[in-house]
């Protein structure tokens, strides 16, 4: 059974760029959720991914976006990067409704 | 008033004894709860979930629930250096995940 990938695993941008996060859900779920944990917090939950349509989103701007492929993988996209979206990016995995969400070792992001 | 609560800690349990993590959360409407381990520059690690109230064990691990007073709870025994790390609660609306997290408490296991 292969386990939730996240790539890359560090990245550091400028503020006003534009970065892609990339993850590869756990063998056999079909869901894909992108949380963003900064220094010191617990996870936010940013959006879900179910067969490619978005299944919910939490109170982040539409900076903020998102895609799910037919392998169901997924990508997290940030627009117009700020300072404070400097966090550790966590992507999570889970079968549908199963609700128990498996998470990858996440991408730290640094936005000078 | 935060969506779940949990005591920043640090909570310093010694080598053996048993570690009890709390955690309060607003919406009565919450029907999914987790408790994640989070090592220090790792990402979290599922220990136990729970949905009905009253106990659940595995292990070591023993999870609490009580929706009347929105609160759940986790129980380490025989606690092992090992399981020094900051525990988050995680509650969710419905059984599709969009967990929403606490802070965490960050547990020290001194021998």
């Known amino acids: 059974e292969t386990g939730v990938t996240q790539s890359p695993t560090h990245l550091i941008k400028t503020r006003g760029q534009q970065v892609t996060l990339r993850c590869s859900s756990q063998?056999?779920?079909?869901?894909v959720s992108w949380y963003q944990q900064a220094l010191g917090q617990g996870p936010q939950f940013i959006f879900q991914y179910y067969r490619e349509e978005e299944n919910g989103r939490g109170n982040f701007p539409p900076r903020f976006s998102g895609l799910q492929f037919p392998n169901y993988s997924s990508e997290l996209n940030v627009n117009a990067l700020e300072l404070d979206d400097s966090a550790l990016y966590l992507c999570?995995?889970?079968?549908?409704?199963?609700?128990?969400?498996?998470f990858g070792p996440g991408t730290r992001l640094l936005v000078l | 008033q935060k969506e779940v609560e949990q005591n920043s800690g640090p909570l310093s349990v010694p080598e053996g004894a048993i570690a009890s993590l709390n955690c309060t959360y607003s919406?009565?409407?919450?029907?999914?709860f987790f408790w994640y381990r989070q090592y220090s520059g790792k990402s979290p690690e599922l220990i136990m979930f729970i949905y009905s109230n009253g106990d659940k064990e595995d292990g070591r691990f023993t999870a609490q629930l009580n929706k009347a007073s929105q609160y759940v709870s986790l129980l380490i025994r025989d606690s092992q250096p090992s399981d020094s790390a900051t525990y988050l609660c995680?509650?969710?609306?419905?059984?599709?995940?969009?967990?929403?997290f606490g802070a965490g408490t960050q547990v020290v296991v001194t021998p």
């Open positions: 995680a509650v969710g609306r419905d059984s599709w995940g969009k967990l929403q």
């Open positions: 063998s056999g779920h079909n869901t």
């Open positions: 919406d009565r409407g919450s029907q999914s």
């Open positions: 999570a995995s889970s079968l549908e409704a199963s609700g128990t969400q498996y």
